[in-house]
T-cell receptor, first 109, second 114 residues
């Protein structure tokens, strides 16, 4: 079967760094997405990785290791507005997105 | 560009009633999707469409129907609503050709069936 695992909840302090992990087992792989979802809102795109390595975009970076079925999202200089759920999704062999349950990130002052 | 729009934002249905959730996109995307999201769960694909006149089932299609008569519109029909269909419904669209089809989401419809 297809499976995406990520922690249910994480807590971090404003100004700090946090790493949210995602492991996956899917039928085929056409890339991995990270989306941000604030409470009561729609998911919005953060990053996309299809090759191994680190992709940096401002305060956010995403890493992929295809051989390990592993990705992480790194958030630096945390701000209160980063409090949200972070969804990991893998594009499978049919280009359908398989979604993890999301990691709720709580930022404390 | 309005992006992806959904109506209504909220709806309460009685068991056995029917309704249609509307979804429209103005980005000329060929792919459209309907998801449901239950509390603490990931998004589950209900139906998707790769273009006008073509639809296919996703992971959880039972109790739902869709049609795609135009590129812009992709309505979701609930027949004989059941409490298990209480959820938040998101419509999304993507353009084949973008990196593995990044999806753009509408604001969602919160549906309660009692």
């Amino acid at each position: 079967g297809q499976n995406i695992d990520q922690p249910t909840e994480m807590t971090a302090t404003e100004g700090a760094i946090v790493q949210i992990n995602c492991t996956y087992q899917t039928s085929g792989f056409n890339g991995l997405f990270w989306y941000q979802q604030h409470a009561g809102e729609a998911p919005t795109f953060l990053s996309y990785n299809v090759l191994d390595g680190l992709e940096e975009k401002g305060r956010f970076s995403s890493f992929l290791s295809r051989s390990k079925g592993y990705s992480y999202l790194l958030l630096k200089e945390l701000q209160m507005k980063d409090s949200a759920s972070y969804l990991c999704a893998v594009s499978d062999s049919n280009y359908q997105l398989i979604w993890g349950a999301g990691t709720k990130l709580i930022i404390k002052p | 560009n309005a992006g992806v729009t959904q109506t209504p934002k909220f709806r309460i249905l009685k068991i056995g009633q029917s309704m249609t959730l509307q979804c429209t996109q103005d980005m000329n995307h060929n792919y459209m999707y309907w998801y449901r999201q239950d509390p603490g769960m990931g998004l589950k694909l209900i139906y998707y469409s790769v273009g006008a006149g073509i639809t296919d089932k996703g992971e959880v299609p039972n109790g739902y129907n869709v049609s795609r008569s135009t590129t812009e519109d992709f309505p979701l029909r609930l027949e004989l609503a059941a409490p298990s269909q209480t959820s938040v419904y998101f419509c999304a669209s993507s353009y084949k050709g973008e990196p593995a089809y990044e999806q753009y989401f509408g604001p969602g419809t919160r549906l309660t069936v009692t």
